[in-house]
């Protein structure tokens, strides 16, 4: 493996050094002023969405997601940059609905996970198993649904198994987070169906840094469960090559609630990370190492999980810019996975191991001219390898999934067409096959003697799309999207055997079940300059053989298919994986309007809405799915000075699946306050220093989420106070 890896990194260097080796380093940050004498901000933009076609570069004379008004004359005074806007309207023209989450949003956050951040924004929100533990949900879809990615590579853990298990990235490894919503199945795969979550750090460097150095120095303390954590970042090089390292901790105790304090939520996590790449005139290529440890408690349970993980990524660009090829890319990612569920009194009741490789390589094609204008387009090829087991130690316990082996070798296309100056068109194909192979049970008619399957399940998931962009009047960007997407059976779905304590399920997989497909239509229009800015969507999903869990009525058992009886006198609901067909349908809106001048800056103020519903062809409902919420706020910004105050309301869930019940809404009111300091600047470094607090939940609520499957047993924390700060070094 380490070998593989140092010949992507030596090749790809090697290409690169054919050209005089002149390092790329980081672009002067390009602000404009606006008439009013207060800069805009720079476009917040996406490096990694469902296209791998990269966007030809625009102007930085154009005016950017914050912008006031018209940019002044070029000889105006330059301007100190406006704080950062949160849940800024992103400025790219991707076909798809792209939320993103900056640096600033994460670090202001309390919370471990980087779905903290993410879970109040539309169209998103969390699975809120623990603190520890909390994967996002998407559109009302989750676990093997949703893709997590680090730098291109999934995060390679067993996230997607339990809602228990824990996605090993911290929010301090996070420079930048990226969702797209709705189907990316066709870049990355039968995993992202949903929609992916990816994260972008600079573990792997891409640039030399301004000056050869940059730093980052970060820290909090919150209220609510007494946390306290910090870390750092650093890039440093010469010549061509550029090295880095970050590492971070964090520890919080048990949360409290309104109804007082919340057992066994404690979290203590910490991380470590090296790398370094090669830099230069025509692109980089680099390797980096990551260790990720995690203890944390299971709130409403006495046990907790320790977690550790070991991974190596690779990742390189080459801008060929000739023989018709614009540039190429891979990326490269393999670790080892580990996690126990550990009782209070230190015994080992499961185990969790998942050893996983991952490689993908895109091409994309010089830009040419046809009849309709200019096409633009990319190929790619990824292959993944992983080997799954969930042990159970307990006696005469079954395993929830025996050892477990899945392999995955897909090839992908897409085409831009640029009819004209106002309507780009996009077409994009996937052709993938995956392979299960594992050990489960087709027939669980009589518990004591199941019928096994031993084996392994093919599949060819075909996948398409098709979309266009058009310019409208007033900066206005409509975009549709038309695809019709495939997903391979998980080997949870297929070979599941054992019993689910996040659930509180005895949970039983199906060898026999087929693809999933899905059929999505979408619409949106967006703005993304001026003094209004907004994004809205609307889309419309039809699921066949759609897979989900199907309870079986009154059996209930203990820790092995033996106990499952009807009227059992175990706890676990025995549920079994089936398909039917299921669609799903939504909207969502953000919105920001600058409504003026005060002070030194811009005040205004933004909104939101947002709702998913769902349900089976006979119209019971599909489990928990979130409900609709709508919120607003006030804000003010200057160069140094951002405020803002505001309200999300959840309206109550009653549109519920077999087995649930209705859950009553919340109002989440939240208030932020930061500054920020720029230093002098000796020897070419400038410091930067913010300090903030911020707010959450500080009305108090009561705060049940619909979507997690602890929502009766355990309330989400109460009122909470966070001060944090950084200092920055470039």
């Known amino acids: 493996m380490r070998v593989s890896v140092a010949y992507s990194v030596a090749a790809a260097a090697l290409m690169m050094s054919s050209a005089p080796v002149v390092a790329q380093t980081a672009a002067p940050s390009a602000s404009g002023?606006?008439?009013?004498?207060?800069?805009?901000?720079?476009?917040?933009?996406?490096?990694?969405?469902?296209?791998?076609?990269a966007k030809p570069k625009k102007s930085t004379k154009r005016t950017?997601?914050?912008?006031?008004?018209?940019?002044?004359?070029s000889d105006a005074p330059a301007a100190p940059e406006l704080q950062p806007l949160p849940g800024a309207i992103v400025d790219d023209d991707a076909f798809v609905a792209v939320t993103v989450a900056t640096s600033r949003e994460i670090q202001s956050t309390a919370g471990p996970t980087i779905t903290d951040t993410l879970m109040n924004k539309p169209g998103i929100i969390g699975s809120t198993f623990a603190p520890g533990s909390n994967r996002p949900i998407i559109r009302g879809l989750d676990e093997n649904r949703v893709r997590i990615q680090e730098n291109g590579i999934s995060t390679q853990d067993v996230s997607a198994i339990s809602e228990d298990h824990a996605i090993p990235v911290d929010p301090y490894a996070a420079d930048k987070v990226e969702v797209v919503r709705g189907p990316a199945t066709l870049r990355y795969g039968s995993q992202a169906i949903g929609g992916v979550v990816s994260v972008d750090n600079n573990r792997i460097p891409s640039y030399m840094p301004r000056n050869g150095f940059d730093a980052e120095i970060r820290g909090g303390i919150t209220s609510v469960d007494e946390g306290r954590d910090g870390g750092f970042s650093t890039n440093a090089g010469s010549g061509n090559f550029v090295f880095h390292a970050d590492a971070f901790k964090r520890k919080a105790d048990d949360y409290d609630t309104p109804q007082g304090r919340q057992s066994n939520s404690f979290v203590d996590t910490d991380g470590v990370s090296f790398g370094g790449s090669f830099v230069g005139r025509d692109g980089y290529a680099g390797v980096s190492f990551t260790e990720f440890n995690s203890l944390y408690g299971i709130p409403g349970e006495d046990a907790h999980i320790d977690m550790q993980q070991d991974k190596i990524m690779s990742k390189g660009e080459w801008r060929v810019n000739s023989n018709g090829i614009e540039a190429i890319r891979y990326w490269f990612g393999a670790s080892d996975y580990q996690h126990n569920?550990?009782?209070?009194?230190g015994e080992i009741g499961a185990r969790f191991l998942n050893k996983e490789q991952e490689g993908r390589i895109e091409v994309e094609h010089q830009a040419f001219a046809t009849s309709l204008g200019e096409l633009r387009g990319a190929a790619g090829i990824q292959i993944d390898h992983r080997k799954t087991t969930g042990l159970a130690f307990e006696d005469d316990a079954d395993n929830l999934l025996e050892p477990s082996t899945t392999d995955q070798v897909a090839g992908f296309m897409f085409e831009e067409l640029q009819v004209s100056r106002y309507l780009r068109l996009q077409a994009a194909g996937r052709i993938e096959n995956t392979t299960v192979d594992g050990l489960g049970w087709t027939d669980v008619t009589d518990p004591d003697n199941p019928v096994v399957f031993r084996g392994e399940r093919d599949y060819t998931p075909l996948s398409a799309s098709i979309g266009a962009l058009y310019e409208l009047p007033s900066d206005i960007v409509a975009r549709v999207t038309a695809a019709y997407v495939e997903r391979a059976p998980a080997a949870t779905e297929l070979f599941s055997k054992g019993a689910h304590e996040a659930s509180g399920t005895f949970e039983i997989g199906n060898p026999n079940l087929g693809i999933e497909s899905?059929?999505?239509?979408?619409?949106?229009?967006?703005?993304?300059?001026?003094?209004?800015?907004?994004?809205?969507?609307?889309?419309?999903?039809?699921?066949?053989?759609?897979i989900y869990r199907q309870v079986t009525p009154g059996v209930f058992c203990e820790e092995n298919l033996a106990s499952c009886a009807l009227g059992g006198s175990g706890d676990l609901q025995q549920v079994t994986f089936q398909q039917r067909d299921a669609t799903f349908y939504g909207a969502e809106l953000t919105a920001q309007y600058d409504v003026g001048r005060v002070w030194n800056g811009l005040w205004g103020i933004d909104g939101q809405y947002d709702f998913v519903h769902a349900e089976f062809a006979d119209g019971e409902y599909v489990p928990r799915i979130p409900p609709h919420r709508l919120g607003g706020g006030i804000f003010y910004r200057d160069p140094t000075w951002f405020f803002r105050t505001g309200l999300l309301h959840a309206f109550d869930q009653d549109q519920i699946g077999l087995g649930e019940t209705p859950t009553e809404g919340y109002t989440l009111v939240s208030a932020e306050l930061s500054y920020t300091y720029r230093g002098e600047t000796h020897d070419g470094i400038t410091p930067v220093t913010t300090i903030g607090i911020k707010g959450e939940n500080l009305a108090d609520q009561e705060v049940r989420?619909?979507?997690?499957?602890?929502?009766?047993?355990?309330?989400?924390?109460?009122a909470s106070v966070r001060l944090f700060g950084s200092v920055k070094l470039n």
């Open 705 to 718: 989420n619909h979507s997690s499957f602890l929502k009766e047993e355990v309330l989400q924390p109460g």
């Open 33 to 53: 002023t606006t008439s009013s004498g207060v800069v805009e901000l720079p476009a917040v933009t996406v490096t990694t969405s469902a296209s791998p076609i």
């Open 64 to 73: 950017t997601a914050s912008t006031a008004s018209a940019p002044a004359p």
């Open 341 to 345: 569920e550990v009782s209070p009194e």
């Open 518 to 546: 899905a059929k999505t239509i979408e619409l949106g229009f967006k703005r993304a300059k001026g003094d209004l800015r907004f994004d809205t969507t609307v889309y419309y999903t039809q699921f066949s053989d759609f």
